[in-house]
């Protein structure tokens, strides 16, 4: 497939609706041009500052005319239905008629821009049109800036430039969630809940559906030689020469022989193909005459179960959950893929939050250890020292951590994660330099396969974050901003050679408050929802709390400052004093996205 067909249909796009007075014969005629450039300057402000994930720029649509009252709205979403406008955002300098101008669409996140001027009331409007949206129940994003603008001064000022990147970022990762499908191979992993699927969250609230295989069918795949021949054998090469192989921890008994081990290999290569292949399709199966294979299932996101009934017979998945989530393998450097270990769909929608917001790769982990100052003494004689001071948090997992996630992507001589298109063939080889591929566990993983271990470079702001599913709630989701820290080699060694030292490793440590759930760092551990976190390079707290606030989604902890929360204006109307409860009212009352 062409890296623009990933999935199927068009990108959506952001239709810009500029509305206007409808007073003819003075007043809207003084007022056109002014409107109409506001739509212009919003629309280049979005396609110079944001990209879909495949690296293009994110394209927008802006009406045909000002839009006046009800004739024009309507026009203006017929043009947009037909354009696939994911999202609106509504422009004006001016009063307007709120009810006759509004964007009734209730699936399209909306934000409405009300120039603060004096010469005509943009702000007026602004606030006359959001009390429209709240009497409607069509909550809409207000957009207000804080000083005060001449009529002709055509700029857009910093504060609402943050407002309307904000919204349409989330709003975006909203659109492209809509009409894709999460592909479960296999089904419940150990018992983890996480890995039951919930076709109502996925339906109501993201818009998608959900698509199942069983794992027999990546053994079918690759015992009829249901892939692309060409590319396994230069995948195969190029693993054999970009991929270090790292010592074999299991005792001598256990151990794998050195046939195994290639033969093991070679199925996690064809692992790798068939398990994109069944997500996105590939035109070269139909070429071999399997039309129905090369149509992929239009998947944004999949798991695979692997433990137990996979792992205990046939080698696991972590290289090819690992090579997937990453920026790059044998093709080039290309977009990531979200793939989730053990199936745990909520991480990898968490994944799929942190990607669409931000367009990089996603590190999947176990949310740990918390080790305390005075455990790590008592361990390792060693006293942990700057970010490190307060405790930290092990982040490990046998499969899906990016190896983005080693930190060998530099800006400004500090490691970062960036998208794929900013990304050297330099930087990939630092990361694959900085992995090595050691035989799995085999008390684990009785058939063998190889884990994907490294140490993530320290003083990269990260966030992590996880979907959780409460009955009678429904989804919640949880966030800690904060950084990766490396700790003094002998300190790391000690402890990774406690748990499985096979598996790639983050040590990280939130951001603490000193209140609530961010009182400390082992409070922030004590609360984590599950044993699972996706973890985002920068902190992107903000932005995650906008993205859940469109699909009804509350937040139950973040560390995020107040004065960056960025919600529908209805949600102050359940109250301002305490913003997490009102968000909890505000979903509950509105209920999910698409229902
Ligand atoms: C090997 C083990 O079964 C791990 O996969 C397990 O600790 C987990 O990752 C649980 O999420
Ligand atoms: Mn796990």
Known sequence: MTENSRYIGHMPKIGIRPTIDGRRKGVRESLEEKTMNMAKMVAKLISDELNYNNSQPVETVIADTCIGGVAEATKAKAKFDKENVGVTITVTPCWCYGSETMDMDPNRPNAIWGFNGTERPGAVYLAAVLAAHNQKGIPAFGIYGRDVQDIDDQTIPEDVVEKILRFAKAGIAVAMLKDKSYLSIGSVSMGIAGSMVDEGFFQDYLGMRNEYVDMTELNRRINEEIYDKEEYEKAYAWVKQNCAFGSDTNSEGNQRSKEQKEEDLKMNIKMTIITRDLMEGNLKLAEMGYEEEAMGRNAIASGFQGQRQWTDHLPNGDFMEAILNSSFDWNGIRAPYMVATENDTLNAVTMLFGHLLTNTAQVFADVRTYWSPEAVKRVTGQKLEGKAQDG??????????????????????????????????????????????????????????????????????????????????????????????ELLDEVHEILNNRTDPTWPTTWFVPNVTGEGAFRDVYTVMNNWGANHCAMSYGHIGADLITLASMLRIPVNMHNVKDENLFRPSAWNMFGTQDPEAADYRACQIYGPLYR
Do not use: C
Not at 446 to 456: A, M, Q
Not at 467 to 477: A, C, E, H, I, Q
């Open 392 to 485: 930290i948090i092990h982040l490990l997992n046998s499969g899906s951590a990016a190896l983005d996630g080693t930190g060998q992507q530099e800006e400004d001589g500090k490691p970062v994660m960036k998208p794929y298109w900013d990304i050297t063939k330099e930087e990939v080889n630092k990361s694959l330099q900085a992995t090595k591929w050691r035989p799995a566990n085999t008390e684990y993983f009785r058939g063998g396969g190889f884990s994907s271990n490294f140490k993530s470079k320290g003083d990269m702001p990260v966030t992590i974050a996880r979907v959780n599913l409460v009955k009678g709630l429904g989804p919640v989701l949880q966030i800690a901003e904060g950084y990766t820290v």
